[in-house]
């Protein structure tokens, strides 16, 4: 069995569960625990007894979006920081770990369910909205703040797939943050639960779907991809992966990093980008 340090990876009859286990950061993303999810999925595809994976995160809170203290914070970098030195190192590195590790679980060819309570934020709902349906506790709220860091949003524009465009645009411009309850009713989250039955919520219907038999699941998981394909998904995205880079690479985004490199904490950071 794989060790794993970043997440845990359970098997019960047909239903996975991988756990983001880094609680004390509120499941930020870093490269190890990117790297585990994806060693887990490749666990859960090679696996015959698996028909359903679900994506939960240990904690108060699913995830807090991408690490930014190991990207720009006073640690030590690890090789993908260090290539993030040019403008195409970023862009390989964004497009190898985050951008193709996220379309990989939206292509995984076993349906997969996000199971979110506490903040998601950022790449969190990135990384949510790659899973084939989204069960939230009621104390889950969504909010993708980067635009006011000078970020093009993250990597895979979610926001207008998941909900009108309308109210796409006040989610990025405004940083609001959405509750569970309003992602339920604007559609990108499938139900919402009592905190405490959330595990349980979201077995049920990994149950359900495992019902299905998997070739169907598989095919028809297919089809309403490629329906959004047909529709423009996978344009809109590498659109936007290239638009977000080129921000990535303006004066307005490289004088934010130095003044974030010079600061003692990302909570300083934060602070000063905090709600009015
Ligand atoms: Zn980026």
Not at 147 to 173: D, H, N, Q, S, Y
Not at 248 to 263: C, F, V, W
């Amino acid at each position: 069995m794989t060790e794993f340090s970043s997440i845990t990876y359970e098997v019960d009859e047909a239903v996975c569960v991988i756990t983001m286990d880094r609680p004390e950061v509120a499941n930020a993303q870093n490269t190890e625990l990117l790297d585990e999810i994806d060693a887990a999925f490749d666990l859960a595809d090679a696996d015959d007894d698996v028909r359903v994976v679900i994506l939960a995160g240990n904690g108060k809170h699913w995830s807090a979006g991408h690490d930014l203290k190991a990207l720009v914070g006073d640690v030590e970098p690890d090789e993908w920081r260090l290539m993030r030195e040019t403008p195409e190192g970023k862009w390989h590195h964004e497009k190898v770990m985050y951008f193709d590790r996220c379309l990989r679980i939206r292509d995984f060819r076993k349906p997969t369910i996000a199971a979110v309570q506490g903040k998601c934020i950022a790449a969190g709902v990135m990384l949510a909205c790659m899973c084939d349906l989204i069960v939230a506790s009621e104390d889950a709220s969504f909010q993708n703040p980067v635009l006011r860091m000078t970020g093009a949003g993250v990597e895979i524009l979610v926001e207008p797939w998941e909900m009108p465009a309308r109210k796409a645009k006040e989610f990025l411009l405004t940083a609001e943050s959405f509750s569970a309850e309003q992602a339920e009713t604007l559609g990108m989250v499938n139900l919402v639960v009592p905190r405490a039955d959330l595990a349980s919520a979201a077995r049920e219907l990994a149950d359900k779907i495992a019902l299905v038999p998997p070739a169907t699941a598989q095919v028809v998981k297919r089809s309403i991809n490629k329906t959004l394909d047909l529709q423009g998904q996978r344009d809109a995205w590498d659109y936007h992966f290239q638009a977000h880079h080129w921000m990535h690479n303006t004066a307005t985004a490289l004088g934010a990093l130095e003044a974030r490199k010079s600061k003692g904490s990302m909570a300083e950071v934060f602070a000063e980008h905090r709600d009015p």
